[in-house]
Structure formats: structure tokens, C-alpha cells
């Protein structure tokens, strides 16, 4: 273990790290906030090492969850000190430290500035990465037009134009009025013939920022960015440093396609060709390799590839072996690539109409409904929510419903929900629809909100051959052990206007349905109680002739 | 983009965080302790990915570190993943086959190096040789600085003497 620097600072890391329990870890933090303080007051005697020391002591004090709130104005003094020790110091803590909404970090922006246009090659570096990191509208208000200037400069080295194209993609992000569209579109174009993959690759991610805003205007970057993704994916000229693992910069790769998925069609046919060879290369050539970090990356490329045939809304060739190796990663071991291949089928959905290849994966999709990892489980119920029509609705719905009493607590209210709104949408006959609404109240009661329940009354009142279904199917609930207060509420009313259909059927006299809603009253809130009220009232309207002894009962109740 | 990274021990413990977007003091605690009950507890078979608050958490476990980057909804999951795997690739570069300790004694070169990574929640920089060069080149401005001042002092002391 190197130590590289400060004594102090790794004696009192080893302190901290020395204390039994938090009571003495406070403590001893507290000793030495007190003394930075103390120091700090007569600050003429501290020398730069010791101002360092104390501003990285507070860091680290930070980090362990502390507040160290009277050492931002210090860290954000340092960004002026004369010397880059200091100097970087100030700027990195300032960054960790605060963020674009603390007032004071406005006061730095003049040494910010000066650093910024100044000669000094490292202090430009330092300024700007802070700047990028935390700079907010102000910032991107007072500097644009210098951190422009950088990044065009043939002067300053790529180390600087790449930290500069960052920086200007902060401050476009926090103020799009920065970047005059009208002159862009050219320097863009001109950034994209940069040999440098350190400042192509920032210049990419800046230019999907602008071309997701605006993409007409950036048409003329649309040729070139094929031409580097073709270069890349044959492997020519680039250098060894920029090959991860074999794999030609896959980030800059990812970030070219994602530019070019922000326009709407390619024109130019020649363009077009070179792109889906690209692409197509990719999508077939793509293996499985043992080495993980090489296969990470190349299917970073390939997910990438295949949103970008998708948005291209290619042949229907390319796109059935989209699917095709979609419905392969899904049944995958690995999870990365199951995680990837479901939400991957999710996308596809938004896209033409490839629903019916997709079904074809049906089971597996809902084998992963049980995955052990709940990240996989919520794709594969988007997934099936996305594929789900009057032909499958049924089967998926029931799936749902299995899952839901053994699904996690996470995920029982998406669950119900997308449950409910399939049953609603695609219900073969409206007294499964019933059942599936009430089986959802019974197995995740909580997460049924009253819109639900109020559509199956609706349902239920509006067609008559529903009514019997329904109020005996709410009776067998009821006569359950633990009822769930929704289910009461919903009972009650059906009950309460149709039970006397059930009359004839055994236990379900009006004096029968009645007992049976009365004992839930006092286990129910004040919401419930006007519904059983209203109940029994309905029930006794509905009785004839009339029975005298129920009514008596019932009007004790109410008087 | 990346909207903050953290580094966070099999206890809990932190040791690293940056944030590219604005999290007051008290959001940033409760991101620290919601993400540490989430990932800490996920076993080792399980994807590298999880949802949370609408956004996506890419996360991998190195020894006792584990290593995540929040990422937006749309992002390319598995280009984080490796931007995190280029991370401790150049950690261990540096320090020479690094450790937990090294990044808890060191912890300010971890802050560093990891700011010619990532800027503005992108990834700045993907050649090992090209940060490597740079780091150490701030390495010797401190070093020069230090000699200098300590020259400096010498001289004075000697002058009174």
C-alpha cells in the first residue's frame, strides 16, 4: 500500500478508522473539526500544505456522513491560490462538496474565468472540470462563449478541447441558449474530422445533446458520423490505446450510433447502404466470447446497434433477426444479457408490427416473470403488459395473478395495476373480468385504489346478465375468513343492489346477506360504513313482501 | 448521462461519491442509504442492474467494493458497466494491483484520477495511457511544488541562520 501524501491527513484517517464505535468515531471528528476551525480562524499562519490537509481532513470527514458546512467557503478560497497544489485542491473539493445551487460558489466564478482564458495550460484543465462537473446557469451564462472558444482553438492541446466539449455540454444543458444553432451546425462538423479519440469521443456526447434538440440543423454531421462508425467497426486506424479488450473504442462506437438515432430517416442512399452494412455486421457478428469485460463490450455495441435498426425501422429482414437474437438472449443464462434482451423486446413493441414474433417467446418471457432477480422480473412484466392483446390476455393476466401472491412487496402495486388494466381492456367476457378484479382485491387489497373497484360496479350495473354472476361471487369472498376492506366495500354494494337475485339460492336470504355484511361494521373504517349502511337499506327495499322483524333490526341500526 | 458515482463497502461504509446532478446534503444521504439497502443485499448471481426512482443503477462488486454509476433509463447499461470496469482498471494501474485501503488512505487520487474519467457525467477519457500520463503529471506539479517550497525554506533558514 503507497501512502502518496499527507502525514497528518493519514494519521487522522488511522484515528478515525481506530475508533471502537460511532460515539468515539464523533468524538474524535469533533475534536478535529474543532481544531480545523480553531486553525482556520487565524488563517495568516497557515502555511499551503496545511491548508490542504485541513480542506481534504473535511472531505473525509464528509464522506463518512458529517456535516461540514463552514468548510465550503474554504474549499471554494482555494480555487485562488497562486499555485496548482492548492489550487487543485480547492477545485476538486469545491466540486465533490457543492453543487450548481449554493449561492456562494457565484464568487468563484471570476478566478474561474481567469483561469479559464488565462495562458496556464493545467489551471485551464482544473477550471473546466470543475465547471463540468457543477457549474449551473450562471456559469454557463458568464463562460459559454470562452469554453467555446477552447474547443475550436487549433492552438490548445486535446487534453483541453476535450475537457472543453464537456464543459460546453454542462452548459448547454443548463441553458440551451448558449449554443448559437446558425454557427454549430458547421463547427460540429468540423470537430467530427478530429483524429484525437479522447476529444472526438467528448465531441460526440456533446453533439448528442444538440442534435437531440434539434437534429435539421445538424444534417451535414449525419455522413460523417456513418463514416467514423464505419471506420471503427472495420478496425482501421485506430490506435492500440483506444482498443479495449479488442473492441475499437466501443464507447465512441455507442455514442455515434446514438447520435444517428436522433434523425428521423437517411436520404442519401449511398449512406444509407454503408450504414445497414455496419450494422448488419454487427448484429451477425456479434459472439459470445469467455472474456467478460470483451463481451460487455461488444454487446454494449450490439444493443446499441439493434436500437438503432429499430429506430431506422429497417427492412423487415433486419428486423425479424432482431428479434431472433432478442428471443436468444432471453433465455440466456448470463442475467446482463436476459436483463438487456427483455427491456430490448419492450422497445420493439413501440416499434412496427412485430407482436406476433414476439409472442412466439411467450413462455420464456413468463418463466422470467419468476426470476430470482427482481430487476429481471419488472422487464419481464413490462414486457408482458406490452405484448399483451385479446389473444394472450387471458393466459398472461392469470400468470399475473399466480405471481401476485408470492410476488415481493415492490412489485404488488405495478403488478395489480397493469393485471386490472388488461382485464379492463382485453376481457374475453366481462364475468372473467369480474373475477380477475376481484381476485386481485382479495390477493393485494392494499394496492387496489377505488377507481378499480368503481369501474367493476360500473361494469356490473350496465349489464344485466353480470348482476347474478357477480353478487355470488362477492357472497363466496365474503363468507372467507379474512376479508380485505376493499372487498367489503365492493361486496357491500353489489350486495347490496342485486343479492336479492341470489334470494332463492341457499344461505342467501336477505337475512343471511345481511348478517353476513353486518358483522364486517365494526371491523371497518369510516369510509366503509356509510356503504354497508346504504346496504342494508337497499336490501330491505328490495324484500317483498316485507319482513318485519329484519326491518326492525335494520332500523334499530339506523335510529 | 451519469448522475453521481459511488463507491460503497460490503459494510456500508462510503468511500467515494461525486454527483454530476444537484442532490442537496439531505437527498444525498438518503440516495447513500436507499442504494445501500438495495445493492448491498443483492446476491452474487444476480444482473448488474437495478431500478430505482425511475432511473437505472449500474453497480459492480470488486473484493469488499462495490462500484455504481445511476444512469438515465435510456443509457447503455453494459458501456456503464465497463466504464466502471476502466475505472478500477487505471485504480490499479496507479496504486499498483489496488486495494480498499488504498482508496481509503488515497482516497483524494481516487478523486483525481476519476476526474479524468468521467466530466459532465460522460465518459471524457477511454485510453489507460493517456490518464496515466496525466495523473502523474499532476503528480509531479505537487511534487515540484513541494521541493520548490522546501528549497525555499532551506534557503531561508540557511539566510538566518
Redesign the interface.
Same mark, same amino acid.
Given at each position: 500500500?503507497?501512502?502518496?501524501?499527507m502525514r497528518g491527513l493519514?494519521v487522522f484517517?488511522s484515528d478515525v478508522?481506530n475508533c471502537q464505535n460511532k460515539d468515539q468515531e464523533r468524538l474524535r471528528i469533533d475534536k478535529e473539526l474543532g481544531n480545523v476551525r480553531n486553525r482556520f480562524k487565524n488563517e495568516k499562519g497557515l502555511t499551503?500544505?496545511e491548508k490542504k490537509k485541513y480542506v481534504?481532513k473535511m472531505?473525509?470527514i464528509y464522506?463518512?456522513?458529517y456535516?461540514v458546512d463552514f468548510g465550503h467557503m474554504k474549499a471554494v478560497s482555494l480555487i485562488s491560490a497562486p499555485?496548482?497544489?492548492e489550487k487543485?485542491?480547492g477545485y476538486?473539493v469545491t466540486?465533490?462538496l457543492l453543487?450548481?445551487?449554493h449561492d456562494f460558489l457565484r464568487l468563484a466564478i471570476n478566478t474561474v474565468r481567469n483561469d479559464i482564458i488565462g495562458r496556464n495550460e493545467?489551471f485551464q484543465c482544473l477550471a473546466?472540470?470543475m465547471v463540468?462537473?457543477?457549474g449551473?446557469r450562471e456559469f454557463a451564462e458568464s463562460l459559454a462563449p470562452d469554453v467555446q472558444k477552447l474547443l475550436l482553438s487549433s492552438s490548445c492541446r486535446p487534453?483541453v478541447r476535450?475537457?472543453a466539449a464537456?464543459?460546453l455540454?454542462?452548459l448547454y444543458?443548463k441553458n440551451p441558449d448558449i449554443v448559437n444553432v446558425d454557427g454549430w451546425a458547421d463547427r460540429m462538423a468540423q470537430l467530427l474530422d478530429e483524429r484525437d479519440?479522447?476529444v472526438l469521443? $467528448?465531441s460526440m $456526447?456533446l453533439l448528442v445533446a444538440l442534435v437531440s434538440n434539434n437534429h435539421e440543423a445538424y444534417w451535414s454531421c449525419l455522413p460523417k458520423c456513418v463514416k467514423i462508425l464505419e471506420r471503427l467497426a472495420r478496425n482501421q486506424d485506430v490506435?492500440q490505446?483506444?482498443t479495449?479488450y479488442g473492441i475499437p473504442?466501443?464507447?465512441?462506437q455507442?455514442k455515434t450510433m446514438?447520435v444517428l438515432q436522433y434523425f428521423p430517416t437517411i436520404e442519401d442512399p449511398y449512406t444509407r447502404r454503408t450504414l445497414f452494412e455496419v450494422l448488419q455486421r454487427i448484429l451477425m457478428g456479434t459472439d459470445v466470447v469467455k472474456n467478460v469485460?470483451k463481451n460487455?463490450?461488444s454487446?454494449?455495441v450490439l444493443?446499441?446497434a439493434l436500437a438503432l435498426v429499430m429506430h431506422l425501422d429497417a427492412e423487415k429482414e433486419m428486423m425479424s433477426q432482431c428479434v431472433a437474437l432478442l428471443g436468444k438472449f432471453i433465455a440466456v443464462r448470463e442475467?446482463?444479457i436476459?436483463?438487456?434482451g427483455l427491456e430490448n423486446m419492450t422497445r420493439m413493441l413501440m416499434v412496427t408490427d412485430v407482436q406476433e414474433i414476439i409472442k412466439r417467446h411467450q413462455a420464456q418471457i413468463i418463466t422470467s416473470l419468476k426470476d430470482?432477480?427482481?430487476?429481471?422480473r419488472?422487464r419481464a412484466l413490462d414486457l408482458l403488459y406490452g405484448m399483451c392483446d385479446v389473444t394472450n390476455a387471458k393466459d398472461i393476466v392469470e400468470e399475473l395473478l399466480q405471481y401476485l401472491s408470492s410476488a415481493d412487496f415492490t412489485m404488488r402495486e405495478e403488478l395489480s395495476l397493469k393485471a386490472a388494466i388488461l382485464a379492463e381492456k382485453f376481457a374475453p367476457d366481462l364475468s372473467w373480468y369480474v373475477d380477475v378484479i376481484l381476485q386481485l382485491i382479495d390477493k393485494a387489497g392494499d394496492f387496489i385504489s377505488d377507481d378499480i373497484w368503481f369501474r367493476v360496479v360500473q361494469f356490473v350495473t350496465n349489464n344485466d346478465d353480470l348482476q347474478t354472476y357477480a353478487a355470488a361471487k362477492v357472497k363466496e369472498y365474503l363468507d372467507k375468513p379474512a376479508v380485505h376492506e376493499t372487498m367489503v366495500k365492493v361486496s357491500a354494494y353489489i350486495l347490496g343492489e342485486y343479492s336479492h337475485l341470489l334470494a332463492r339460492r341457499p344461505g342467501c336470504s336477505p337475512k343471511e346477506i345481511f348478517s353476513l355484511l353486518h358483522e364486517k361494521l365494526p371491523t371497518v373504517s369510516t369510509t366503509t360504513i356509510p356503504i354497508l349502511l346504504s346496504a342494508y337499506a337497499k336490501i330491505l327495499m328490495h324484500i317483498h313482501p316485507p319482513d318485519q322483524e329484519l326491518q326492525s333490526q335494520i332500523w334499530a341500526i339506523f335510529f | 448521462m451519469i448522475h453521481f458515482v459511488l463507491l460503497i463497502s460490503r459494510q456500508g461504509k462510503v468511500r467515494l461519491t461525486k454527483w454530476y446532478s444537484p442532490y442537496s446534503q439531505k437527498e444525498r444521504t438518503k440516495v447513500i442509504r436507499e442504494l445501500s439497502g438495495l445493492i448491498l443485499t443483492r446476491g452474487p448471481k444476480l444482473c448488474n442492474f437495478v431500478e430505482w426512482r425511475g432511473l437505472r443503477v449500474v453497480y459492480k462488486r470488486y473484493a469488499s467494493l462495490y462500484f455504481c454509476m445511476c444512469i438515465d433509463e435510456d443509457d447503455n447499461e453494459l458501456e456503464i458497466l465497463e466504464i466502471i470496469h476502466h475505472y478500477v482498471e487505471v485504480l490499479d494501474r496507479y496504486f499498483g494491483s489496488v486495494c480498499e485501503l488504498d482508496l481509503i488512505y488515497n482516497f483524494h487520487k481516487a478523486y483525481f484520477i476519476l476526474d479524468e474519467l468521467l466530466l459532465a457525467g460522460e465518459l471524457q477519457e477511454s485510453g489507460k495511457k493517456t490518464v496515466a500520463r496525466l495523473v502523474s503529471a499532476q503528480d509531479s506539479l505537487v511534487e515540484t511544488a513541494k521541493e520548490q517550497a522546501s528549497s525555499i525554506s532551506n534557503i531561508i533558514a540557511q539566510a538566518t541562520k
Open positions: 500500500m503507497t501512502m502518496h501524501g493519514s484517517i478508522r499551503p500544505y481534504w472531505l473525509y464522506m463518512l456522513g456535516d499555485k496548482y497544489p487543485q485542491v476538486i466540486s465533490c453543487n450548481e445551487n493545467t473546466l472540470t463540468g462537473n457543477i449551473g487534453l476535450k475537457k464537456l464543459c455540454l454542462r444543458r479519440l479522447g469521443t $467528448s $456526447s490506435p490505446e483506444y479495449y473504442s466501443p464507447w465512441l455507442v446514438r469485460n460487455n463490450a454487446h454494449a444493443f446499441e442475467p446482463n436476459r436483463y438487456l430470482p432477480d427482481v430487476s429481471i419488472r | -
